[in-house]
């Protein structure tokens, strides 16, 4: 518990730093969204109405003030598009992008973990160099040219898949994964490539300790030692970058949602700055940015659970 809530009392002024920055930035972008909502020849009374409702007529540092406010009793605004609360638009965008995010890391350690521990089990063999080798063509391989491809032999050439929409996990579980398997298996498999090199790399080190030699010489299986013994050691640092990569997927879909039209966070983001929606782009910015504190904070707290010696760390 102390270490949680000092991880939680360091990550509050992160929180705070990139809502400011991100508000920052914000104002600094060219363009007006009274005048992307009314355009250029609006009633200058309508619009002069319309900025004051949205207090954008007031300097920077009352409006973040009065933002940041609203914000810590749970009223993030309206949109100036719709007119819809931004919370509400947020929460519903954010259920896909985590389904999305969930599923696309289920495939990346399912193709991940196994090749990277085959991998370093029979190091500089076939296996070895079939696996470096198709993790490199994951690294290398851009994520909307694979969407493409997949979207063009699985879905218009083999109509296996559907190429776009969403549906409700709980509304439909067997067709809800029939339509978030192109955009999973998108991002799932350059998430697998990074994760297979460090799984790898961390296999290797925990192959060459001395404990390992001792489990060997002791005479327990090869598998044994391999699977329960030298992998439970090589997680943390795989666990470190899955978080990071989780984070960052939370906040960077923006490509795979926008081919698949998946109506997740990324999009919705992309949306209001065509449409300079401001109020929803500093919503969905900060929902990102309490994801990738509380993925974080759970990596934190799987280290734990993995080397009992980390309970202790402040």
Same mark, same amino acid.
């Not at 518990?1 to 730093?17: C, D, I, Q, T, Y």
């Not at 200058?44 to 540092?61: G, I, N, S, V």
């Not at 409700?168 to 990074?194: C, N, Q, R, Y």
């Not at 090199?197 to 001792?214: H, K, N, P, Q, V």
């Given at each position: ?51 004051? @409702?949205?207090? $954008? ?14 914000? /810590?009793?749970?009223?993030? &605004?309206?949109?100036?598009?719709? &007119? ?13 992008? $985590?389904?999305?995010?969930?599923? =696309? ?35 290398? /391989? ?11 032999? $699985? ?9 776009? &929409? ?27 490539? =990074? ?8 296999? /290797? ?8 030699? +001792?489990?060997?010489? @002791? ?20 666990? +470190? ?14 490509? +795979? ?9 990324? @999009? ?17 910015? /900060? ?28």
């Amino acid at each position: 518990m102390r270490m949680v809530l000092s991880r939680l009392a360091a990550l509050l002024p992160v929180l705070f730093g990139l809502c400011f920055l991100s508000f920052a930035l914000l104002s600094l972008v060219p363009g007006d969204p009274v005048t992307a909502l009314l355009g250029l020849e609006a009633d200058p009374t309508a619009a002069a109405a319309l900025r004051a @409702k949205y207090a $954008l007529d007031q300097p920077f540092l009352l409006r973040f003030v009065v933002w940041l406010g609203h914000v /810590l009793i749970g009223d993030f &605004g309206r949109s100036i598009q719709t &007119g819809r609360p931004v919370l509400e638009m947020v929460l519903t965008a954010l259920v896909p992008t $985590l389904q999305l995010g969930f599923c =696309a890391l289920l495939v990346s350690l399912a193709i991940a973990i196994p090749a990277g521990v085959i991998s370093a089990s029979r190091r500089n063999s076939l296996a070895d160099f079939g696996a470096s080798l198709l993790a490199l063509f994951g690294l290398s /391989l851009p994520s909307f040219w694979l969407a493409i491809l997949l979207i063009l032999f $699985l879905s218009i050439r083999l109509s296996l898949f559907p190429a776009s &929409g969403y549906v409700p996990f709980l509304a439909d579980p067997l067709e809800a994964l029939h339509h978030i398997a192109l955009p999973a298996l998108t991002l799932g498999v350059g998430m697998a490539a =990074a994760t297979m090199r460090m799984s790898r790399a961390a296999m /290797l080190e925990a192959l060459s300790a001395d404990y390992i030699r +001792t489990a060997r010489a @002791k005479g327990l299986p090869w598998r044994r030692v391999v699977w329960k013994h030298a992998l439970r050691n090589a997680l943390i640092p795989v666990v +470190t970058l899955v978080g990071l990569q989780l984070g960052q997927l939370m906040g960077g879909v923006v490509v +795979t949602e926008t081919v698949f039209a998946w109506p997740g966070i990324g @999009k919705l983001t992309v949306d209001a700055i065509f449409a300079r929606d401001y109020p929803v782009v500093q919503g969905a910015i /900060l929902a990102a940015a309490v994801l990738f504190v509380l993925i974080n904070l759970a990596t934190d707290m799987i280290y734990a659970v993995l080397d009992p010696r980390m309970r202790g760390t402040p």
